[in-house]
Each structure stands twice: as C-alpha cells, then as structure tokens.
C-alpha cells in the first residue's frame, strides 16, 4: 500500500513537473493571469518572463458579487519583463519574493472595503520545474539501482552478495527476487 501511494505521489508529481516545463516555455514574451473570485476569497495566478506569482485575498467581502467566478487573460508582449510585472512589489532578482501587504483606501473597483490582508509569494519557474522533478528523479534512480542489484546478483533491499544462498538475503532476510539470482 506504502509502495502504491510512493508511485501514485510520483506519478502526480511527474504531471506537474512536465505542466510546469509547459507553463515556463509559455511565459517568454507573454504574461499571463488566472483569477478566481467568490463572497470570501480572491486568488490570481500570475506568470510571465520565468516568474510564477500567487496572490491571495480571503475574508468577508473581499469582491463584490456571488457565486464563484473564473477569469483567465493572455497577452504577448515582447517587451514585458519583471520590472513591468502586474504585481507590486514584485519578486526579487532570482525572482523569489513573499510580501504581506493589506488593501488601502475607499472602495474601488470590485472592493467593499480597504484594509484586506493580501499576501503574495514569486518564484521562478526553473525552482518549481526542479521541485517537481525531485520525486520522479529518485524514482528513476531507485529503479535503476534495483535492477543494477538485480543483474550483479545482489539482494534487492540490503545489496548483500546472494550467490552464495540465492533464495534468502542472511544480512536482512528479505526473499531474493526471482529465485535464481546468481545462479550461472
């Protein structure tokens, strides 16, 4: 079961991974917004230039209106850069940033009322691209050292020499896999 859920976790980090490669090679030239708006909460998604952002407003009335709302905006502009990002203040030189900051002034917009909390955080998509591919990488890699114990005849949990006792490890006690480890 352990095992199952490893693989399944891997599996999903895998899709992200490749989704966040996607979302990185989409942002060069372009800006992107992915908005979510309802009667408690206000997120957006922006990325563009190699950043990613995440801002988020949540309490009573942040917007005006009922209901769940979704918008999504995509533009292509060359010149678009992070010193011209949509969020102020932006993300810092390698394009890490967190700030904490409250809405000011009368009401605006879709707004009710000012002094909402709003926290942003930046980062660059090459961090969540490798982030991502952690799991899938140690995957591979003890993929590749199980079937590397496997072909030299070694146990498959300790790496003790089985071509002495080829159907049980004496160091761990684990079965060999298949039975005929070692045997010429």
Aim: proline letters at 9%; glycine letters at 14%; hydrophobic letters at 40%.
């Amino acid at each position: 079961m352990r095992r199952r859920l490893l693989n399944l976790m891997t599996l999903l980090s895998l899709v992200l991974c490749v989704g966040a490669i996607v979302f990185y090679a989409r942002t060069f030239g372009h800006w992107e917004i992915a908005s979510s708006s309802g009667p408690r909460h206000n997120i957006n998604f922006y990325s563009w230039s190699g950043v990613v952002a995440l801002t988020g407003t949540v309490g009573d009335g942040v917007p005006a209106g009922e209901g769940r709302r979704w918008s999504h905006h995509r533009g292509v502009n060359p010149g678009y850069s992070l010193a011209v990002s949509p969020v102020k203040p932006g993300p810092v030189r390698w394009g890490f940033g967190i700030h904490v900051n409250r809405t000011v002034g009368p009401p605006a917009g879709n707004w009710r009322l000012g002094d909402w909390p709003v926290v942003s955080v930046f980062a660059p998509w090459w961090f969540v691209v490798a982030v991502t591919a952690a799991m899938p990488t140690h995957w591979l890699w003890r993929r590749r050292a199980e079937r590397r114990r496997q072909r030299r005849g070694l146990c498959p949990a300790c790496g003790y020499d089985l071509r002495a006792t080829p159907g049980r490890c004496p160091e761990c006690g684990s079965p060999a896999a298949g039975g005929t480890i070692g045997d010429p």
